[in-house]
């Protein structure tokens, strides 16, 4: 019997196996023997399961909700389940969050939250989307004991505005949900409670959905009134482990199949638990003994054979016809003719046939063959590190001109005294400045860019990096370098220079080592040691900045995003301000710059947000807002109370309704006289109408007087407080503590 006889049975033999595999694969089952594999139309796979020993452990139970038609699976309290894929996914339905008002302003809204137990919802295929005008959207999402909070903004004026298939802004924004979330819940709100809207817009809505089963159009918004829920998908794993320590308890590892393997998903934290995969030419549940099936490559088309092809168990072959030899695949050598030759020595096959090479003819082809393929391989090599080494060149000179480099050179070139303090710095510099970019240099991260923690020739440095993936944001970065180089005070953060030649470009300024005065205010650790001396001189120097770019600089700039994670403190706690990204130009005879709308919930000015006109007095607003920061110690954009979302609404209403030591912090209760004045100007810094506002000019000048007048009379110290003030304070700290206790809640 020859070699290919043998060769032709043994594939016969592996083909009847194959079909064996086949007709066991039609019956495999996906959950154990005797449990219910079906709820309604919907299959329940193990180690999902609906009565007891049919699921892996409560976590993965499911209930069969019979009185509905067809019966519904339910998952947790009250989860309505569509889908279950055994191998990653589970597909749910999630109730939406909605805000409606009537025409006599009464709201009407939910806040719906879900908890999906030990699983988590997932960061890739859902999104956070709020649909409606006159809106803003918030999303708190829980992992273990840490809240993380992100939302969206919607401000359109007319249902002309509606663009279907968009959802960047105008009826529809959506924002990504951070990584690893076992809850979440909704909230919504409005600004003017939709006046001016509610014949076309009266309700709002919010929700967490696949981003696969949606898309936004005038017609959804209609249809949202009627539905309830939409889809959602949450990521699911085994327990708590990695495979490496589960796989060492065999009695509770959940990979049981023989031909399955584990594996820990991309997107999940560390700690959140493994899945199991069937073997490459296998499918079906790898959580049940025999649950991987092998594939027919052959019968499903899923091989690469030239002609023929034989299915084998876990993967295929393709045979050659006789009187060939090799592999009949499409990306190998294919089927070649058998070498059969007499020679004895040095046999070079031909189609069908071969000849014999005597020895001299071999060393000197031999020879001849090695300087060719050295000598190739020198020309070759020569060619490919030039070719490299222009294409780098044209990749940097692409990456400076998708930057705005020709652009910034040309607005720095008219510019006396901008270039020579701004330097270039290579990729190379920085990245061995940062370590690479190390996670562990992140000093902080905004909606332009990402700040690292650099040493470079032995002096500590902050490097900004961009995210630019669009036109827009190039300009964000050009201007804030034109900016910053125009702008030459002591309590400016001070540009260093620039980085151009790589995809995502730089900013590299000076290291302000103490934070942001956000982080100094609200952290516990840090709070008692602004005292008020220190708080009112910050916020004279952060009047002076915006005085002087509002007055003094030789074109006037608009900051565009004062706030005080803007504001940066060195170990003096001398302010200095930065993040221009947002700034403008503005030509002296301008007064109003328009522009698309951007900055921070919470120090926004509302003038700004009806008209996308931003003026000097947006940046008083935003200024009055960190005043009143400074005066009460309470966050700018926060949940304390319900219908006071912002600071400035807390704010006004509170000195409205009581005397000012009712809401200073309280470190400051001891000088509330002194600081009336302060929160007199806050108060008119905060007024909605911008021509009612002071000027920058003229906050820094009160500002100033008072530091002098201060300074001739020091604060009243607490051993001088009276019977009466030590009554009022005490009433003080009562109010305060009650007002963390409901912070620390949300």
């Not at 923690?453 to 034109?482: C, R, Y």
Request: glycine share 8%; charged share 20%; hydrophobic share 35%.
């Amino acid at each position: 019997m020859g070699y290919l006889q043998v060769q032709l049975i043994t594939l016969q033999i592996l083909a009847i196996l194959s079909t064996v595999a086949i007709a066991a694969q039609a019956t495999a089952a996906i959950a154990k023997p005797g449990c219910d594999d079906h709820c309604g139309n919907v299959s329940i796979p193990y180690p999902f399961g609906m009565t007891q020993g049919c699921y892996l452990n409560d976590h993965f139970r499911i209930t069969c909700d019979n009185s509905s038609i067809p019966p519904k699976p339910i998952y947790g309290l009250n989860i309505n389940v569509t889908t279950i894929d055994v191998e990653v996914q589970l597909h749910i339905l999630q109730y939406i969050a909605y805000d409606c008002y009537d025409g006599m302003g009464t709201r009407y809204f939910t806040q719906p939250w879900l908890n999906v137990d030990k699983f988590t919802i997932s960061s890739t295929q859902n999104k956070f989307t709020a649909v409606g005008c006159d809106t803003y959207a918030i999303v708190r999402g829980y992992k273990g004991n840490q809240v993380y909070t992100t939302g969206c903004l919607s401000i359109c004026e007319s249902i002309d505005s509606v663009v279907n298939g968009s959802c960047s802004g105008v009826w529809c924004c959506q924002v990504s949900i951070p990584n690893g979330l076992r809850g979440i819940n909704l909230t919504l709100g409005s600004y003017k409670n939709h006046i001016g809207i509610i014949d076309f817009n009266p309700c709002s809505f919010a929700f967490v959905v696949d981003q696969g089963e949606f898309e936004f159009s005038s017609k959804l918004y209609s249809n949202l009134r009627h539905v309830t829920d939409l889809p959602l998908v949450v990521d699911w794993t085994i327990g708590s482990e990695t495979c490496e320590v589960a796989q060492k308890d065999q009695t509770s590892y959940a990979c049981v199949d023989k031909k399955s393997k584990c594996y820990e998903p991309d997107n999940t934290t560390s700690g959140s638990g493994y899945r199991c995969n069937c073997w490459e030419g296998y499918r079906g549940n790898p959580y049940l003994p025999g649950g991987c099936q092998d594939i027919d490559e052959c019968a499903e088309d899923l091989h690469k054979c030239e002609k023929d092809c034989i299915n084998t168990v876990g993967n295929y072959s393709c045979p050659c016809p006789p009187g060939y030899r090799g592999y009949g695949r499409k990306d190998g050598e294919g089927c070649r003719d058998p070498s059969m030759n007499k020679c004895k020595k040095n046999c070079i096959n031909t189609e069908g046939s071969y000849r014999c090479l005597d020895q001299s003819r071999v060393i000197k082809l031999a020879v001849g063959l090695a300087i060719g393929i050295t000598g190739l391989l020198v020309g070759i090599s020569w060619l490919y590190f030039r070719f490299k080494k222009r294409k780098l060149d044209n990749i940097r000179k692409t990456f400076f001109e998708q930057n705005g480099g020709p652009k910034l050179q040309k607005l720095l070139a008219g510019r006396e005294g901008s270039t020579k303090t701004i330097r270039i710095f290579t990729a190379k510099d920085l990245e061995k400045a940062s370590n690479n970019y190390d996670r562990s240099r992140i000093l902080g991260r905004g909606g332009y860019g990402t700040v690292y923690k650099g040493e470079l020739a032995g002096k500590t440095i902050a490097i900004k990096k961009f995210k630019i993936v669009d036109k827009s944001l190039t300009e964000q970065f050009i201007n804030e370098v034109v900016v910053l180089s125009q702008i030459n005070h002591r309590n400016v953060v001070k540009l260093l220079g620039c980085c151009l030649e790589t995809q995502i470009p730089s900013l590299v300024y000076e290291f302000i080592n103490n934070g942001t005065l956000f982080h100094n205010i609200h952290d516990n650790n840090k709070a008692s040691a602004i005292s008020c001396d220190i708080r009112l001189r910050i916020a004279t120097e952060t009047a002076g900045v915006l005085s002087y770019l509002h007055s003094s600089a030789s074109t006037p700039i608009i900051h565009g995003d004062v706030k005080s994670t803007n504001i940066l403190l060195d170990d003096k706690y001398t302010a200095k301000v930065s993040d221009f990204g947002a700034s403008r130009l503005a030509p002296s005879d301008q007064t109003q710059l328009s522009t698309i709308v951007q900055g921070t919930l919470g120090y926004l000015d509302p003038e700004f947000l009806q008209t996308s006109k931003m003026t000097e007095k947006s940046d008083v607003y935003s200024f009055g807002v960190v005043l009143a920061e400074l005066l009460t110690g309470k966050k700018g954009f926060s949940f304390d109370k319900p219908g006071e979302i912002t600071l400035a609404t807390y704010f006004l209403t509170s000195l409205k309704e009581g005397p000012l030591v009712n809401i200073l912090d309280d470190i400051l209760v001891h000088a509330a006289e002194q600081l009336e004045e302060v929160a007199n100007l806050a108060m008119r810094c905060l007024n909605v109408k911008g021509d009612e506002r002071p000027t920058m000019k003229v906050v820094a000048m009160e500002l100033e007087a008072l530091m002098r007048k201060v300074e001739k009379h020091p604060w009243i110290s607490n051993e001088s407080i009276t019977e009466e003030k030590k009554s009022l304070l005490g009433e003080k700290l009562n109010v305060g503590t009650s007002t963390t206790n409901a912070s620390e809640e949300v």
